[in-house]
């Protein structure tokens, strides 16, 4: 009884303790938001928790890929430095270099591989 009536007070919303006009999404001149979120709202839980995941994970093409992937071999390397000491390497493709988004987010940020410095 007692989880049950802390389950049903965490799952209450609370008001903020500031004031936040809600978000505005207009199609022509008509707001759609509110109808967005009654239609999710409506769906069931799995299939929203389904959507969301969806819509936050990354694409595939922007997942760099190791040596497995790319020739079907192993990418880690293991070398013992010392008696009981190991050395382990994990050779995987050089993302700023293949994909077109990470260059385009490298020369951003000032690193094109490209130009002669």
């Known amino acids: 009884v007692i989880s049950a009536a802390i389950h ?7 008001k903020l ?10 199609v022509g ?12 709202g409506m769906l069931p ?5 389904q ?3 969806a819509a936050a994970a990354p694409a595939s093409r922007s997942i760099p890929r190791d ?8 990418p880690y390397t293991i070398d013992e430095v010392k008696p009981g000491v190991w050395k382990v ?3 995987r493709e050089n993302h700023f270099m293949v994909n077109q ?5 490298a020369r951003m940020l000032g690193m094109d591989i490209g130009r002669e410095e």
């Open 17 to 26: 303790h500031i004031d936040v006009k809600p978000p505005i999404l207009y």
């Open 101 to 105: 988004e990470a260059k385009m987010q």
């Open 67 to 74: 040596r497995y992937d790319i020739l079907g071999e192993n």
């Open 51 to 53: 959507i969301l995941l």
């Open 8 to 14: 049903s007070k965490s799952n209450q919303k609370q």
């Open 89 to 91: 390497g994990y050779d």
């Open 29 to 40: 001149s008509f707001n759609i938001l509110p109808v967005i979120k009654t239609c999710f």
């Open 45 to 49: 839980e799995s299939l929203r928790h």
